[in-house]
T-cell receptor, first 110, second 113 residues
Framework: NAGVTQTPKFQVLKTGQSMTLQCAQD?????MYWYRQDPGMGLRLIYY???????DKGEVPNGYNVSRLNKREFSLRLESAAPSQTSVYFC?????????FGNGTRLTVT | AQSVTQLGSHVSVSEGALVLLRCNYS??????LFWYVQYPNQGLQLLLK??????LVKGINGFEAEFKKSETSFHLTKPSAHMSDAAEYFC???????????FGQGTRLTINP
């Protein structure tokens, strides 16, 4: 049982480049989330999707877009990467249960 | 709005000593409270949670936490630290039926031999 799978695990981008972080869950969860983790700041919510077909902004949505492709998949897109977006990104999912997390994507923007 | 404050970004204890990681929350309604653990290069795993009922909650790996409404606290404890407990620990809060979980800043626990 894979749980929450994130790809890629590592990525280096140049300022201005775009990329999409992929997330898939196989637990039939309704809700999916994208967080970023930065030292001393804990995890901050970027976007979430309460159910298939809906998305909502979290605390720090600027510079990001999301797509809830189907019930399993929730992608995060950086249209024009900036050094301030250097971070570790975590996808998570839940239904009635607590959050289940993926292992993260470590993104560096130079 | 809800928020979580973890006191101490870094805690260091000796192997076999008591572990105490502090968490205070603010919430205008009765909260659901969580502790998560993160090992290096991994995602977060649930240690324990408080929703309703008994205020002393037991979790995995010998950890427990007590919900104290009068102190707005949910401190995490373990009687005897083990080397494998070295990790980062996050306290989190949400309202009943809310979608969003709010995390504290995290506390890195180091265990000295």
């Amino acid at each position: 049982n894979a749980g929450v799978t994130q790809t890629p695990k590592f990525q280096v981008l140049k300022t201005g480049q775009s990329m999409t972080l992929q997330c898939a869950q196989d637990m039939n969860h309704n809700s999916m989330y994208w967080y970023r983790q930065d030292p001393g700041m804990g995890l901050r919510l970027i976007y979430y999707s309460a159910s298939e077909g809906t998305t909502d902004k979290g605390e720090v949505p600027n510079g990001y877009n999301v797509s809830r492709l189907n019930k399993r998949e929730f992608s995060l897109r950086l249209e024009s990467a900036a050094p301030s977006q250097t971070s570790v990104y975590f996808c998570a999912s839940r239904s009635r249960s607590p959050l289940h997390f993926g292992n993260g994507t470590r993104l560096t923007v130079t | 709005a809800q928020s979580v404050t973890q006191l101490g970004s870094h805690v260091s204890v000796s192997e076999g000593a008591l572990v105490l990681l502090r968490c205070n929350y603010s919430s205008s309604v009765p909260p659901y409270l969580f502790w998560y653990v993160q090992y290096p290069n991994q995602g977060l795993q649930l240690l324990l949670k408080y929703t309703t009922g008994a205020t002393l909650v037991k979790g995995i790996n010998g950890f427990e936490a007590e919900f104290k409404k009068s102190e707005t606290s949910f401190h995490l404890t373990k009687p005897s630290a083990h080397m494998s407990d070295a990790a980062e620990y996050f306290c989190a809060v949400k309202r009943w039926a809310a979608q969003k979980l709010v995390f504290g800043q995290g506390t890195r626990l180091t265990i000295n031999p």
